[in-house]
């Protein structure tokens, strides 16, 4: 199995509050591990990728931060939320050259 | 760097009609190409994919081939439904991206009955 778990499905943040969301992935051990933002009507944005526990890797400069504390969990911060955090989170794996998503996290930032 | 650009949406048929979405990418080397489906609140679900020059993927009524002469990966589908309403985003990945993904900014479709 490839299953992949994101916590919480749905969120509503306000404006300067912290986040923390949270992916775990079943199966194969020591996954490559990514976060995706999808903004409203727009595509894909890659944030994160980890290919081990505590390697980090990120594509683009902003509020938000990732760690891997354990081989299978994924973790994406904000110390600080802003609006345009708001939008729809999606954690994947890649198993050989396919990638495998969560069912997603729903933020809202007010 | 390598890319993916697909036709711009939002995209409705009629139930039964032919679905064209069209996806051209820019890649050095020979990357793999993908179509994935995202249905309204969910995550994304790989549809079909294709790793080499003129395979075909098909996966539930939808194909693609991939063209290394015109660099297209377009998707398509004799009769749609409505339960074919969602988001589709193409993406190629291989060894020159570092098996990393590129998708495509999706594209909206609406099937009415």
């Known amino acids: 199995s490839q299953t992949i778990h994101q916590w919480p499905a749905t969120l509503v943040q306000p404006v300067g509050s912290p986040l923390s969301l949270e992916c775990t992935v079943e199966?194969?051990?020591?996954?490559?591990l990514y976060w995706y933002r999808q903004a409203a009507g727009r595509g894909l944005q890659l944030l994160f990728y980890?290919?081990?526990?505590?390697?980090i890797s990120s594509e683009v400069p902003q509020n938000l931060s990732a760690s891997r504390p354990q081989d299978r969990q994924f973790i994406l911060s904000s110390k600080k939320l802003l609006l345009s955090d708001s939008g729809f989170y999606l954690c994947a794996r890649q198993v050989y050259n396919e990638q495998f998503f969560g069912p997603g996290t729903r933020l809202t930032v007010l | 760097g390598d890319s993916v650009t697909q036709m711009e949406g939002p995209v409705t048929l009629s139930e039964e009609a032919f679905l064209t979405i069209n996806c051209t990418y820019t890649a050095t080397g020979y990357p793999s190409l993908f179509w994935y489906v995202q249905y309204p609140g969910e995550g994304l679900q790989l549809l079909l994919k294709?790793?080499?020059?003129?395979d075909k993927g098909s996966n539930k009524g939808f194909e693609a081939t991939y063209r290394k002469e015109t660099t297209s990966f377009h998707l398509e589908k004799g009769s749609v439904q409505v339960s074919d309403s969602a988001v589709y985003f193409c993406a190629l990945s291989g060894p020159n991206t570092g098996n990393q993904f590129y998708f495509g900014t999706g594209t909206s479709l609406t099937v009415i009955p």
């Open positions: 199966g194969t051990s020591n996954p490559n």
């Open positions: 980890s290919v081990g526990i505590g390697q």
């Open positions: 294709a790793t080499k020059a003129d």
